[in-house]
């Protein structure tokens, strides 16, 4: 199959670009939203452009293959969904800059020497039904389907609806083994989503591990009343023991060299002039092991219950999800890393506290994952950015990466492992945002 000559990076961002933008600059392309549903027309119109084969598998995600869809392929791509009030680069740079290395590498061969697949994972944020990676997990089966079809999002859709509404037919959700099967190695760049890059002074970086993480719902009840009429000493105010989660989260997070944070909260009934009667609260937690997030949580959890006891305020909790983090293998790592040193220089690694679809891919297949340099360190938020030189870089860094497993007869598990440098889990050197 020979390709027509697709758009540049540059064009292809542009074309991108608009879709789900709000007029402040913010992203909403909720999974299966109509923004969303843009984007993955988007996708088909790049692959058709390429004349790749396009198929969406079982669980909506979308692929473009370059070659025979088959054994021994090589992946690469990321998500197009984003959270609510996003950035532009979190997840569409790694499906443009996966086109566009398609397009630098069929400049080398008329037919890749293994087939080569373009990649839009479904629903990575888990922005609209509380589930990050949903795609991917439900393809590698490291989720339930029947629970995570019946999650609903705020306006009470469950994620089957959402589907069918979408044109999909969620009834073949579950895990793929065939199609994961022909895997041979993923490779997902990335924008960083901290400042590690940019003090270092490198556009361009690999990752050594994801962290660990997961997220936990705090239902408080208390007692609705009167904020005029109702003694202190009388209320059952859940949103203190609230507060107090918030600032415990932080505290604990921070004696434990880890990440916790409250970021969404709502309050019922949410009047003025009302003391609340019930009152939710979401954790997010991060560590550099399970055990470390699993005790934070506890901990967290265990001087909550101590404060809701203080304020006569019943607590339920609720983990919604978790992921287990992932060491990506140190062979690819390290032929990533020498294939991309060929044609950039040295590269440095970093260990980050995000979840990616990578990172899910990594517990069934050889995964690994390039970042670019993410200047501000803001991710998840309109400030999110890199510059036109580094996404290119970037785009040097994937065609590189790409093209070595493509002209490596080996599975990429076979490769020669390096010396091992800089394989902690620490993160001292990176901020995640
Ligand atoms: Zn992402």
New binding site residues.
Partial sequence: MSLAQGDDFADMWTSLEPVGRAPDGSYHRLAWSEADLACRDWFRSQARQRNMALDEDRNGNLWAWWGEPGPGAVVTG??LDSVPGGGAF??PL?VVSGFAAVDRLCRRWTVPPKPLAVVDFAD??GGRFGVACAGSRLMTGQVDPDTLLARTDRSGVTLAEAMRAAGFDPTGCGEDPERISKISAFVEL??E?GRALEGLGAPVGVAAAVWPHGRWRFDFAGQGDHAGTTRLADRRDPLIPVAHLILDARAQAGAAEALATVGRVEVNPGATNAVASRASAWLDARAPSRDAVRNLVESIRAASLEHCSHHDVALATKEESWSDGADFPGALQEHLIASVAAALGAIPKLATG????AAILAARVPAAMLFVRNPTGI?HDPAEAASTQDCLSGVDALTAALAALLDDPRRPSEAPSGPQADQSRSMTKVTPR
Avoid at 354 to 357: L, R, S
């Fill in positions: 990321s998500h979190d997840g790694g990575e944020e990335h924008i989503q995000a979840g990616h679809d991710s």
